[in-house]
């Protein structure tokens, strides 16, 4: 007696066929650290990006989130650098009000260059 019959003639669901080696893939912190600092790149996108190396777009967002807790560095040349910001408030005045109204200056400095920006 038959339980199951399974109608051939039905269209079924996508089928990858893989061929190779059929292994898990190994690597390297330098090769995880080029394809997340591709993923960085402006006009990237991470699906993309993780197509072109043949990896789920949640594996990379693994990668980037381990990059982004230091515990994977990316090429020397697209590390992010981040500068501290200094705040210094005007003098108050009796009131409690800035004494000088001075429009807000703010200056980005950063390898040796300075370029100020009025607000």
């Known amino acids: 007696m038959v339980e199951h019959i399974v109608d051939a003639s039905e269209r079924r669901g996508r089928i990858d066929i893989r061929t190779g080696v059929g292994r898990r893939r190994r690597w390297s912190g330098e090769a995880k650290g080029r394809v997340v600092a591709e993923s960085y790149e402006p006009g990237a996108v991470v699906s993309e990006v993780a197509r072109r190396h043949d990896i789920t777009p949640q594996h990379l967002f693994s990668w980037r989130k381990s990059a982004r807790a230091g515990r994977l560095v990316l090429p020397a040349e697209v590390t992010p650098t981040f500068v501290p910001v200094v705040t210094t408030m ?13 429009p807000i200056v703010i200056e980005i400095a950063g390898g040796g260059s300075s370029g100020r920006t009025r607000r």
Do not use: D, I
């Open 90 to 102: 005007g003098e108050l005045g009796t009131a409690g009000v800035v004494a000088n109204r001075r």
